[in-house]
């Protein structure tokens, strides 16, 4: 940054590190709210067989001499339709809390159902897994870890090959790993990183939406960064993530999805995210949203939609490492395209998914901080008044395309000569009529720039009585300095 | 908003997996494996049994193992005698957890490392001592069987049968598929390649 400039911007606040702390901080506060809140949430696989529905037996509550008995049967029944048809039951009763508590307050009960977890009967088996699943699944804590003696088995499951097990035991891992610390200080030790690893190599599409699942949830615990995520970004992990984020034909939006959200959980931890960029996570990335832009308008994939999000915070997030803004992976976000694309799915946010719009304008303004050339490509491709559109959406969101708009103006005179004359100005004396002191603050900013780097502004600013407009906010605590600098600046140009 | 939205997602109850309803019904077949006769009714069951009984199955014993990892082990601890001298001089039984590659010098010394440093359960189901009947050999490893198997439902051993193939040239383990004539008989008695070319030997 060239110092004149600097000395200026220091006051008015609008230098990029002060953006960047900015952002870390109300993303961290975010965050932090969003886990107060305890924003859990577990996956449950029910199918919803057509026998339930008929055969009127609807799941009723099992008590402890049903269980024992649905339990002996599956052991020791001599017909194998039969045990099946017990651990059936003993699953429906199993969705019933009541069942649950009971079932795991009986001795033996848990070592039973291991016992049949991994024996030789396959339906048996799988059955086993299912009424397994079914805890895991349940909100009171102590039921869920009582699933833990299961565990070092599932994970011995997903080194084998059937894929309808290996899903279900993901499933459940995820599900226990969520709920409890302890849960988690007990997998990593019996290998759960390792065995992921091996894991997502699997072909099949089930399973890798499942394995995303899992990570993601161990990705989010609280002592990830220290404990979990070192770990994983050393083994071949984050290499199969990039692969499966590969925009094209084999790209599955399940799968796909559950990896980008890995993918900002590891980011967002900031272990280690110049690994991810060596393995070309940017350029993935990148692509991905080219992709996204040219097909969530007229694709079916719901799954496609909830792509935009996750990856949106990824880019953001990774262009404020340092080797990013070296240059590396600049590179290639300095196509045109990605300036397009982004203007894409801003529209197609506001239409859709309007609270979704700071994703991508956090986004642009990263884009925009440090990129002489993106500013060009906003000026050129004509795409302020598509910006300044958004102004009205929400509070939250003016401030984000004001601040844009600043990093374009600072970037100098050649720059504020497409921004006056022009709409800006007008949409400007707009904002100042807004109570939000966070909006009119920004406005009073964008307003300095351009008084600074086009002096006719402030001539046309006088004229629209612009003076009134910001006597209006002589006595905010929180704009008053700047009120006043600018109107030094209007009268005194 | 974002998060929000993935959560909302997630929660999503009716995710049809594992739909044993859903999928296509056939006209019923049987497992074509020698000696099982397993009737299914849908592909994905076969695929199912398939996978647990006879992908990861020992050539020797006919045990079946849930990966080909523990296969691999099981070969090389139970069937190869070339592991029974060579772990008296070195430690040759590996952890069995995917990644670790410590190595011990007894069985025992292995699982104790999988209790107390990978906290698996003391009576983890895939990992038998390999028992053994008769005298002593030279050769073979003395492991005292320590689990009687437990009522609490059949385990993967398919076989309680103890059975060893005469020794086989070194490096060949699982290429070298034989059926074991019933009239052979092992344990008391027998007597082994090894160890008479070593009386031999001495003469």
Redesign the interface.
């Known amino acids: 940054m060239l110092s004149p400039r600097q000395g200026l911007l220091r006051p008015v606040g609008c230098g990029v590190e002060e953006l960047r702390r900015r952002r870390r901080e109300r993303e961290a506060a975010l965050r932090r709210a969003?886990r107060e809140q305890q924003?859990v949430?577990?996956?449950?696989?029910?199918?919803?067989?057509?026998?339930e529905a008929e055969g009127g037996c609807v799941a009723s509550v099992l008590g402890e001499a049903e269980i024992q008995q649905f339990l002996r049967l599956a052991?020791r029944g001599t017909e194998e339709k039969e045990r099946e048809g017990a651990l059936v039951s003993l699953r429906r009763g199993l969705q019933h809390p009541e069942t649950q508590q009971t079932f795991i307050r009986l001795e033996?009960s848990m070592?039973?159902l291991v016992?049949?977890l991994?024996?030789?009967?396959?339906?048996l088996?799988?059955e086993a897994a299912?009424c397994l699943h079914e805890l895991s699944h349940s909100e009171q804590s102590e039921v869920a870890e009582a699933c833990l003696?299961a565990t070092?088995?599932l994970l011995?499951?997903l080194?084998?090959?059937?894929?309808?097990?290996i899903?279900?035991c993901l499933?459940t891992l995820g599900n226990l790993i969520v709920e409890s610390e302890a849960g988690r200080r007990?997998l990593l030790?019996?290998?759960i990183?390792?065995?992921l690893?091996?894991c997502i190599q699997s072909p099949h599409l089930?399973v890798l939406e499942a394995l995303g699942?899992a990570l993601s949830q161990l990705l989010q615990a609280k002592e990830a960064p220290k404990k979990i995520i070192p770990s994983v970004l050393a083994s071949p992990i984050p290499e199969h993530m990039l692969r499966l984020l590969q925009p094209g034909p084999k790209l599955n939006s399940g799968v796909a999805?559950e990896f980008a959200?890995c993918l900002h959980y590891i980011i967002c931890s900031q272990v280690n995210n110049a690994l991810l960029i060596t393995h070309g996570a940017v350029s993935t990335l990148g692509l991905l949203l080219l992709y996204l832009a040219g097909t969530v308008q007229s694709s079916e994939d719901a799954g496609l939609e909830?792509l935009v999000?996750?990856v949106l915070?990824c880019l953001s997030n990774l262009l404020t490492e340092e080797a990013v803004e070296a240059g590396g992976g600049q590179v290639q976000l300095r196509d045109e395209r990605v300036v397009v694309s982004i203007f894409i799915l801003l529209q197609f946010l506001l239409q859709k998914?309007p609270?979704?719009l700071?994703?991508g304008l956090w986004l642009l303004n990263n884009l925009t901080a440090n990129s002489p050339s993106i500013c060009t490509s906003l000026l050129s491709l004509d795409l302020i008044k598509p910006l300044l559109q958004l102004l009205p959406v929400s509070n939250v969101v003016s401030v984000l395309v004001l601040t844009v708009l600043c990093n374009v103006a600072e970037k100098g005179p050649a720059y504020c000569q497409h921004l006056w004359p022009g709409p800006l100005l007008p949409s400007l004396l707009d904002t100042l009529a807004f109570s939000d002191t966070e909006v009119v603050g920004q406005s009073l900013e964008l307003l300095q720039l351009l008084f600074l780097y086009r002096p006719e502004a402030a001539q046309a600013f006088l004229q629209q009585s612009g003076l009134q407009a910001l006597k209006r906010h002589e006595e905010e605590a929180q704009l008053q300095d700047r009120v006043h600098a600018l109107q030094q600046k209007a009268l005194h140009r | 908003e974002g998060d929000v939205q993935r959560h909302l997602y997630l929660q999503d109850v009716l995710t049809g997996v594992a739909g044993v309803p859903e999928r296509p019904r056939v006209p019923e077949f049987t497992c074509q494996m020698a000696g099982c006769c397993q009737v299914f009714d849908t592909l994905e069951d076969y695929e199912h049994h398939y996978h647990t009984l006879h992908r990861n199955v020992c050539s020797f014993c006919k045990r079946a193992f849930p990966s080909g990892h523990l296969l691999d082990i099981h070969i090389l601890e139970w069937h190869d005698s070339l592991f029974q001298v060579l772990s008296e001089r070195q430690d040759m039984y590996q952890c069995l957890v995917e990644g670790c590659t410590e190595k011990f010098k007894t069985s025992k010394d292995r699982k104790d490392h999988l209790v107390r440093h990978h906290l698996y359960p003391g009576d983890f189901r895939f990992d038998k001592p390999k028992k053994s009947k008769g005298p002593a050999t030279s050769m073979a490893a003395m492991e005292v069987p320590t689990e009687a198997m437990g009522d609490d439902g059949d385990t993967m051993e398919v076989c309680s049968e103890h059975v060893t193939p005469p020794p086989e040239p070194v490096g060949e383990k699982r290429t070298y598929r034989h059926r074991v004539p019933s009239t052979v008989c092992f344990g008391q008695g027998a007597s082994r390649g090894f160890k008479s070319t070593k009386n031999r030997n001495k003469h």
């Open positions: 969003r924003l949430s577990k996956r449950l696989l029910r199918d919803d067989t057509p026998e052991q033996g070592r039973t016992g049949l991994t024996s030789n009967q396959a339906l088996q799988l299912r003696p070092s088995y011995t499951y080194a084998g090959h059937s894929p309808d097990l899903e279900l499933y007990q030790p019996q290998g990183v390792p065995a690893a091996s089930a699942y999805v959200w909830l999000c996750p915070r998914h609270s979704l700071p994703e």
